[in-house]
């Protein structure tokens, strides 16, 4: 709580300078925070976010700039004198550089690319011509090397030259002539060795190291897997390009997680975050899964078209449909969520679909059983309630529903759980095989089961 | 793709090793792979995985031991002779102690817990006292503090003496004498600064830290929003407790993001992965649920009751059902999916549900309006190829369609976007919210819109 009382109070600190428009006491006093203090008086403040980051010193700028929204950063761009925006750009990371191009429409990104100097355009350039979601989009180029044959003072030395300006200093990599990564090694192995130590006595030559096509959510998983805050990236030939901090994970983490769960509850994956996309564009990442799944959904009309004979022999018939139907839906999304999360975390691969499957047979019995007594049980109860209501053959009724649970709540959990790894093998991505998507599949088949199952109770019946 | 064939060299070995049965030699081979690579022959090898545990050096057993699943784990410490499971516990970081033992029943964590040091035990009860889900349990009391007073030279040798046991070094904590956090300052600023400077003058005074009560989930914002490696983790009295390190925060999110995603998919959270939970306890967390959600649809049923002489008039409008009502579900899931998402990654609070409110009464009115005009299409269409389906009144039953699908859609659209922030705000988890909640919630309120506007446009013609 006194986290937020602290903030009320730069709150209150900045509306004074604001209103006393002495700039260098605001530059003193912007310089004066923590970054993450800085980018929550920009969420307060949106109105003066670019006048926020014109006046702190520049490489602080470049750390508030890079953990705002993508709106808020280009609002900022949009925002700035361009000589300021270049000093901004060719301050902030090379990774962070990107991401937040990559955001942005073609011709922003040359205009942009110009303002760049020649050395941090080059890079700029490489990092964008890869794939997106790849390692090489992260990298960053600004890492210490030494080569095996150094001792411990004259890395020591190399770092007191090249550390500042690199991402990191916790961990130095080894190279060789040809620039080929031959290991890395903790700073702190470095500390506790003897000054005159080569290095080469000192690494322990378990290197792990990142292709620069991986896909970032590989190197995530490389990340929980290896206890260390940078990775180094090589290409093909093993030489090394560059690294990735531990610190872009989260970051990554927390996107995927964003898109995975928007593509599961049916929407595009927006990219932008909920308040600040624009409503049109809003609108246009939900409309076109809603209308695929409502042309699906136009089958039910058509089953039921098909059954409109049965339902007007026997109205009873239609009362349960949306139990039915709602039913297999259920059970349905929660299969695909359970084996879509389990492949996002890799615990599931495609190889484990008979595991899967036999799994899911047996649960969706269990399930389907359950559901189906509690079904036979209501329409029993409410024939003893209401004996109008069903009629005398109230019991091949109460069979009906009950077995059309069992058999929809089946059929909901197989293809629940069998879609996604299906959707995986065929190259997409799993995530959509979504709630929605995995209900609107299973209502039509739903009614067939059910329309079958009357046929085999009540035909003769009320049939 | 190599990483792919170097685990199958790797596999390779460790058969061949296995079939000679030279203990230190396996010990070797172990000794010289990644961690991760052992992990990986953990998961490929179940039948070996307490000896591979057993026959490696004890700092990196636990350096593998603590990145396995919790079943594997248990399984380990199962085979494992005590005296091995002894040596193992009092190695592994206390973070990851602690990790493992509370996916363990009471019993077991007692008798686990008299294995360890005096020293560890201590650490780990106190560790088990602080809530589930807090910065407590994750912390680790091994750092490397110093005081202002300290020169560059007198902090180097603290670090050569204390640094060995330490998580990091990569940020060293600056405490004054009655324990109470000063600063952090990075090992690189250390290194960067004269041997004969004291701490207090390159110290910044700008100190993140964490409380031990926070809630992990905003220990993961923190370091998304500030650049370190590790956090300090401080007592109501700033008094330093230990540090987290940032390479937590990604098992963090892993684990949040699974709760979150089968929450949604309307399932308890599992706590354990897909393929590794028995079938029965699996079957448990998910029939909860679909019972609730079952009775909820009950309703359907009593409502479809309560229309069934309209019904009978009108076998037509049966047909219609499972669309309407789906459609309703599907917007509502997009919705609550897009809203819980959102709050997940703090875009959204509770205060802002009035623009949420706004912004989704126009979505709502928009999606609504597309699928009503393709319902009215979809009637007109069929009516003019088969002009006897809908018979003369075809173009009411059309508006009945059509306009239900706007409420529907509406309603969905409100009731998915509001109910996230509603139950936030009554101290729920919003992600149970989840999309079958939302549908079956919509479904119920769906028919009466139905009914409603069937009443509106054919009472006379066909009611």
Same mark, same amino acid.
């Given at each position: 709580?006194?986290?937020?009382?602290?903030?009320?109070?730069?709150?209150?600190?900045?509306?004074?300078?604001?209103?006393?428009?002495?700039?260098?006491?605001?530059?003193?006093?912007?310089?004066?925070?923590?970054?993450?203090?800085?980018?929550?008086?920009?969420?307060?403040?949106?109105?003066?976010?670019?006048?926020?980051?014109?006046?702190?010193?520049?490489?602080?700028?470049?750390?508030?700039?890079?953990?705002?929204?993508?709106?808020?950063?280009?609002?900022?761009?949009?925002?700035?004198?361009?000589?300021?925006?270049?000093?901004?750009?060719?301050?902030?990371?090379?990774?962070?550089?990107?991401?937040?191009?990559?955001?942005?429409?073609?011709?922003?990104?040359?205009?942009?690319?110009?303002?760049?100097?020649?050395?941090?355009?080059?890079?700029?350039?490489?990092?964008?011509?890869?794939?997106?979601?790849?390692?090489?989009?992260?990298?960053?180029?600004?890492?210490?090397?030494?080569?095996?044959?150094?001792?411990?003072?004259?890395?020591?030395?190399?770092?007191?030259?090249?550390?500042?300006?690199?991402?990191?200093?916790?961990?130095?990599?080894?190279?060789?002539?040809? #620039?080929? !990564? +031959?290991?890395?090694?903790?700073?702190?192995?470095?500390?506790?060795? $003897?000054? /005159?130590?080569?290095? %080469? *006595? &000192?690494?322990?030559?378990?290197?792990?190291?990142?292709?620069?096509?991986?896909?970032?959510?590989?190197?995530?998983?490389?990340?929980?897997?290896?206890?260390?805050?940078?990775?180094?990236?090589?290409?093909?030939?093993?030489?090394?390009?560059?690294?990735?901090?531990?610190?872009?994970?989260?970051?990554v983490a927390n996107e995927e997680f964003s898109e995975d769960m928007q593509k599961m509850g049916g929407?595009?994956?927006?990219?932008?975050?909920?308040?600040?996309?624009?409503?049109?564009?809003?609108?246009?990442?939900?409309? #076109?899964? !809603? +209308?695929?799944?409502?042309?699906?959904?136009?089958?039910?009309?058509? $089953?039921? /078209?098909?059954?409109? %004979? *049965? &339902?007007?022999?026997?109205?009873?018939?239609?009362?349960?449909?949306?139990?039915?139907?709602?039913?297999?839906?259920?059970?349905?999304?929660?299969?695909?969520?359970?084996?879509?999360?389990?492949?996002?975390?890799?615990?599931?691969?495609?190889?484990?679909?008979?595991?899967?499957?036999?799994?899911?047979?047996?649960?969706?019995?269990?399930?389907?059983?359950?559901?189906?007594?509690?079904?036979?049980?209501?329409?029993?109860?409410?024939?003893?309630?209401?004996?109008?209501?069903?009629?005398?053959?109230?019991?091949?009724?109460?069979?009906?529903?009950?077995?059309?649970?069992?058999?929809?709540?089946?059929?909901?959990?197989?293809?629940?759980?069998?879609?996604?790894?299906?959707?995986?093998?065929?190259?997409?991505?799993?995530?959509?095989?979504s709630a929605p998507f995995v209900a609107t599949l299973v209502d039509v088949t739903g009614l067939i089961i059910y329309f079958?199952?009357?046929?085999?109770?009540?035909?003769?019946?009320?049939?």
């Amino acid at each position: 709580m006194s986290l937020e009382l602290d903030q009320l109070n730069i709150n209150e600190q900045f509306e004074q300078l604001i209103a006393k428009e002495d700039k260098l006491e605001i530059k003193e006093f912007l310089d004066d925070q923590n970054i993450s203090d800085v980018a929550e008086l920009i969420n307060e403040y949106p109105d003066y976010e670019a006048q926020i980051i014109a006046n702190m010193a520049i490489h602080r700028a470049a750390s508030v700039f890079k953990i705002l929204d993508i709106a808020q950063q280009k609002d900022i761009v949009k925002e700035l004198p361009s000589s300021k925006t270049a000093e901004l750009l060719n301050e902030l990371p090379a990774d962070d550089r990107t991401d937040f191009l990559e955001e942005l429409p073609k011709a922003a990104i040359r205009d942009l690319i110009k303002l760049l100097d020649p050395e941090e355009r080059k890079i700029t350039l490489a990092m964008l011509g890869y794939p997106e979601d790849s390692v090489g989009r992260l990298m960053n180029p600004d890492y210490v090397y030494i080569y095996a044959h150094n001792t411990v003072t004259e890395v020591f030395d190399t770092i007191r030259k090249f550390g500042k300006n690199s991402e990191t200093i916790d961990v130095i990599y080894i190279i060789d002539q040809k #620039g080929e !990564l +031959v290991d890395d090694i903790r700073i702190r192995d470095v500390i506790l060795a $003897a000054p /005159g130590k080569r290095v %080469d *006595e &000192i690494i322990d030559g378990r290197v792990v190291s990142l292709n620069v096509h991986d896909d970032q959510e590989h190197a995530n998983q490389v990340f929980k897997m290896n206890n260390r805050v940078a990775l180094p990236v090589v290409d093909d030939n093993n030489i090394l390009l560059g690294i990735v901090t531990i610190d872009d994970m989260l970051w990554v983490a927390n996107e995927e997680f964003s898109e995975d769960m928007q593509k599961m509850g049916g929407t595009e994956a927006l990219n932008e975050p909920y308040l600040d996309i624009p409503l049109l564009k809003l609108f246009k990442k939900r409309v #076109g899964w !809603l +209308v695929v799944l409502f042309i699906g959904e136009m089958l039910t009309a058509t $089953a039921m /078209g098909y059954f409109q %004979d *049965e &339902i007007a022999k026997a109205i009873v018939l239609a009362l349960f449909v949306p139990l039915i139907i709602s039913s297999g839906g259920n059970s349905g999304s929660q299969a695909s969520t359970l084996i879509i999360q389990a492949m996002a975390v890799g615990e599931i691969t495609i190889q484990d679909w008979w595991r899967v499957l036999r799994r899911e047979i047996t649960s969706g019995m269990l399930l389907g059983s359950v559901l189906g007594i509690i079904g036979f049980i209501r329409v029993g109860v409410w024939h003893s309630i209401f004996p109008n209501i069903y009629g005398e053959h109230w019991m091949m009724i109460g069979f009906t529903v009950g077995f059309s649970l069992i058999g929809v709540v089946l059929w909901g959990t197989l293809s629940g759980s069998m879609l996604p790894i299906f959707l995986k093998r065929l190259g997409f991505d799993p995530a959509v095989s979504s709630a929605p998507f995995v209900a609107t599949l299973v209502d039509v088949t739903g009614l067939i089961i059910y329309f079958s199952f009357a046929y085999l109770f009540l035909q003769g019946l009320l049939l």
